[in-house]
């Protein structure tokens, strides 16, 4: 993929791995804050979910924005996106969390894309061929 496709394709690839590496780095750097929020909504092993989070939107975002196993990496993001929003935002009652919820579900469907069709030619993946 190259040209005019491969470019947007690297664009829109870079923009969704740009947000999880900085929500990333905001809950590193909020521990405490983010494990309450967890527990705020009943989850069991708050602080377990926490490492797993930091660990996935950093280190998933950053795979992201290099394009290394980016299929892999998207269907992860994908998945988190929709158990967070069916978690975290189902009080539609407050306008906030209903546009937080679609959010999640407008990134999970950019993830599935990436899914789909790969991280384009301005990639690791793409220079390997995947």
Same mark, same amino acid.
């Given at each position: 993929m190259s040209g005019t496709f491969g470019v947007a394709t690297a &664009? =829109? +690839?870079v923009f969704l791995s740009v947000l999880f590496i900085l929500?990333? &780095?905001g809950k590193a750097a909020a521990p405490a804050g983010t494990i309450?929020? &967890?527990?705020?909504?009943?989850?069991?092993l708050a602080p377990v979910a926490y490492v797993g989070t930091v660990a996935l939107e950093l280190g998933g975002g950053?795979? %992201?924005l290099v394009g290394f196993?980016? +299929? %892999?990496v998207a269907l992860a993001f994908a998945v988190f996106c929709v158990v967070s929003a069916l978690i975290f935002h189902l009080d539609f009652s407050d306008p906030v969390q209903q546009a937080m919820? %679609?959010?999640? %579900?407008? &990134?999970?469907g950019g993830m599935l894309f990436v899914f789909a069709? =790969?991280? =384009? =030619?301005?990639s690791i993946d793409g220079r390997r061929g995947a």
């Open positions: &664009i =829109g +690839r929500a990333g &780095i309450s929020y &967890i527990e705020s909504k009943g989850l069991p950053l795979l %992201l196993q980016a +299929r %892999l919820f %679609l959010k999640n %579900l407008a &990134i999970a069709h =790969g991280a =384009g =030619g301005f």
